[in-house]
């Protein structure tokens, strides 16, 4: 997998850390606050209030007022009364309780209805019921919600600012992870002028100067295989010369081995973008079974697995042979004596053609896996001419692949092996 699982993205995000350690805040001083209400500020406010209810219930309880007078209060005051003594009984609410029911029930700060019972002048009793104001009400419960809203807003404005702020970051990751994939042509934008826009410059230089050195590197590959031809054709002429036999079959395999080296050199720097490619739809069965053909007496063989009759690709039929026939090659070469045959398949899945040769051989090791397509790399450190070759096949079939728009991996067996994935975009 190139991409790691998201949950595990987002762990090891600096950005997801920032705006964690904002929600953590926010919510701490949210508890604060909320704490603050309820343990201190609360019972404060219910025992003033209380307090000073009580003081006026008392005054206004000594002024005996009438069921008129009463009627004005509740009207100003929005305090309901119930009057029980000699005078009878009255109540400026139908719902009020009786004054034993009242007494029953607790005072509980900002719980709605406050029931206060007290001496009437004349041995009567008065039940004074104060409904705590609407907006005293609202007001408590207001605060925190208003608090809340404005944490809410700072954590929400502070995410956009981070997510701008480190942007720059993003786009360096997003220009490592294209030039780890090879892609040389790679630049970050410049989004600032602080320390991240410095690194943004330094990352950008940098790619420069590692696509000018491996662009002077092929270019002396190129060169010298170039140089190489003349003094191996007339290498080839002086070996018409020699008369022993022996020595001059030697001399003829190192001498043909060094045009193969340089003709897969001048091949590796024409499929340079995409240069050297002429493509036409072809069904890809022919072609594989014609390719597969020719290591039928070599073991373990190849089998072609079964597909459609018809896959369609847009392809250069002799490059694409060459693609394939590389793949098998090595394939073939590296496989161990009680190997299965290596499987060749193609299966079309609407958007893409997938061509898949998988070995049964010893494997990759991990550590290759990346410079497995590198000009010149073997995983044979040896070089031994038992596996032969000289690192070239796999890089010319990458850049043929990718001059076709398509894209070549290599992926572990479950068992053992080796499966090399060719896909090649379908065009409309």
Do not use: C
Request: hydrophobic share 45%; proline share 5%.
């Amino acid at each position: 997998m190139t991409e790691r699982w998201w949950p595990l993205r987002v762990r090891h995000s600096v950005f997801a850390k920032l705006v964690a350690i904002m929600f953590t805040m926010a919510a701490s001083l949210l508890a604060l606050v909320a704490a603050f209400f309820v343990v201190y500020l609360g019972p404060v406010m219910n025992a003033s209030v209380d307090g000073v209810v009580h003081e006026y219930v008392h005054t206004v309880a000594a002024t005996s007022p009438s069921y008129q007078k009463a009627t004005e209060m509740s009207a100003r005051l929005n305090v309901e009364t119930r009057y029980e003594g000699p005078g009878g009984t009255w109540a400026t609410a139908d719902d009020l309780p009786a004054i034993a029911e009242a007494q029953r029930h607790g005072r509980g700060a900002f719980s709605g209805s406050h029931y206060y019972v007290t001496a009437a002048p004349d041995g009567g009793r008065y039940l004074f019921a104060w409904t705590l104001s609407e907006r005293m009400r609202t007001a408590h419960l207001l605060v925190p919600a208003v608090l809340l809203l404005l944490m809410a807003t700072v954590v929400f404005a502070a995410h956009g600012f981070l997510r701008r702020l480190l942007s720059p970051l993003r786009l360096l990751g997003d220009g490592v992870a294209g030039l780890s994939n090879g892609h040389l042509d790679v630049v970050v934008p410049k989004r600032s002028a602080d320390e991240f826009g410095a690194l943004t410059d330094a990352f950008n230089r940098m790619v420069g100067r590692v696509k000018d050195m491996i662009g002077a590197r092929d270019q002396l590959l190129l060169d010298v295989s170039h140089e190489l031809r003349s003094p191996l054709t007339r290498l080839k002429v002086a070996l018409e010369l020699v008369a022993d036999r022996d020595t001059k079959a030697r001399m003829a395999a190192d001498v043909a081995e060094m045009e193969i080296m340089i003709a897969e050199l001048i091949e590796l720097e024409r499929m340079r973008d995409g240069r050297g490619v002429s493509t036409a739809r072809q069904n890809l069965v022919p072609l594989l079974d014609d390719v597969a053909r020719n290591y039928e007496d070599r073991p373990p063989t190849v089998r072609v697995a079964a597909m459609r009759p018809e896959i369609l690709a847009d392809i250069d039929g002799d490059r694409m042979r060459t693609v394939i026939r590389n793949l098998l090659e090595n394939a073939v070469k590296y496989s161990l004596p009680d190997s299965r045959p290596v499987e060749l398949s193609a299966t079309d899945n609407g958007q893409s053609v997938v061509i898949r040769v998988t070995d049964d051989g010893p494997g990759i090791p991990a550590r290759d896996m990346q410079s497995l397509f590198e000009p010149f790399f073997r995983v044979d450190r040896s070089r031994s001419k038992k596996t032969g070759g000289y690192g070239l096949g796999l890089s010319i079939s990458k850049r043929i692949v990718e001059a076709h728009g398509g894209t070549i991996a290599v992926e572990h067996n479950a068992n053992r092996g080796a499966s090399f994935v060719v896909t090649l975009p379908k065009r409309s």
